[in-house]
């Protein structure tokens, strides 16, 4: 198996940024229910107060003072607790803690409104990077659009109508669009485009930080606006991507794009899942032959089954010929 590359440094490294978190005035941070979570991993900031109800936590937020929130989504409160933060600060940053496999609670808590996530075993420089980015002045960050798309056939054109929809988006809000390919073991959007990538979604979910400078050197620049994330070269690669990390690379995404477009893989399976509960608009490609047609409605259902609303699912007839 050839190993991929490593993602080359950027300029003042891991180092020089906690240096200057050091040098910087302390900013304050509430901790909730995380006993175990000490100062020392959070340089540049300091533990203003520590809750461990609710109703403590809610008090202090509401007496404000602190640049952000950081709790365990471990808590069976949590969601709940998110929800009652947002809704008496909306500004204010939440950190999330979870256990690297709680895939689904990581998509539960983005959409409560937790503005980052960062998983056990904390690192100093997983959790500053997710405070910093949680703690940022209100109006810097991007919140994109994701659009993804399902081909309910096989060869139905849905990663040629991926590559055009990024390109188009591109073209009418003039500035970059991401493309992501999700098919991990046999997605084509690099080869649509003739290009072979440097880095890939292999290289990004085995980094220590995914963020937005990681994003940015990860993603390959085509001509036409669009930055594509391609799927790893090797199926070894392809299979040790975990699905619980899918959420926070596209979290990132779309803190850094405004449109992002998803080609997924014609499976329903954990990492498509988590896709689908990120993306705001689904398009269900479909060929007017018997066996598309069937797919659609079987996969309609499901989705409804799952709570996806309609106005999140659209169909797109592919290949139609007028009689």
């Not at 107060?49 to 949590?78: I, N, S, Y």
């Not at 994003?215 to 390959?220: F, G, K, N, Q, T």
């Amino acid at each position: 198996m050839r190993k991929a590359a490593a993602l080359p440094p950027r300029r003042g490294g891991a180092g020089h940024r906690v240096l200057a978190r050091e040098r910087a005035v302390s900013r304050p941070i509430l901790v909730h229910n995380l006993p175990d979570f000490e100062p020392a991993l959070v340089p540049g900031f300091r533990i203003a107060l520590r809750t461990r109800t609710t109703q403590e936590l809610l008090a202090a937020v509401t007496a404000g003072g602190v640049a952000a929130v950081v709790l365990d989504l471990g808590d069976p409160h949590a969601l709940t607790t998110i929800t009652q933060i947002v809704e008496t600060q909306p500004a204010l940053g939440i950190v999330g803690v979870a256990d690297r496999s709680d895939g689904s609670l990581v998509l539960a808590a983005l959409r409560a409104g937790c503005t980052e996530v960062t998983l056990r075993p904390l690192s100093q420089e997983d959790v500053c990077t997710a405070l910093e980015r949680a703690s940022a002045p209100a109006g810097t960050a991007v919140v994109g659009r994701t659009v993804a798309l399902f081909g309910t056939i096989g060869g139905a054109g849905t990663t040629t109508l991926a590559c055009h929809l990024a390109a188009e988006c591109a073209a009418t809000t003039q500035q970059p669009v991401a493309l992501v390919d999700l098919d991990l073991e046999f997605g084509g959007v690099a080869s649509a485009f003739d290009s072979a990538p440097n880095f890939t979604l292999a290289d990004v979910a085995r980094a220590g930080v995914i963020d937005a400078a990681l994003i940015e050197r990860a993603a390959l620049a085509l001509p036409g606006g669009v930055r594509l994330l391609a799927r790893p070269p090797e199926l070894d690669d392809a299979h040790a991507i975990d699905a619980a990390v899918v959420p926070h690379i596209l979290h990132a995404v779309r803190g850094l794009y405004p449109v992002t477009v998803l080609d997924l893989p014609r499976q329903l399976t954990p990492l498509v899942g988590a896709a689908l509960e990120l993306a705001d608009k689904l398009i269900l490609v479909v060929q007017l032959t018997v066996p598309s047609v069937r797919n659609a409605r079987r996969l309609f259902g499901a989705l409804r089954r799952e709570g996806v609303p309609d106005d999140r699912l659209e169909f797109v007839v592919n290949r139609y010929r007028r009689s």
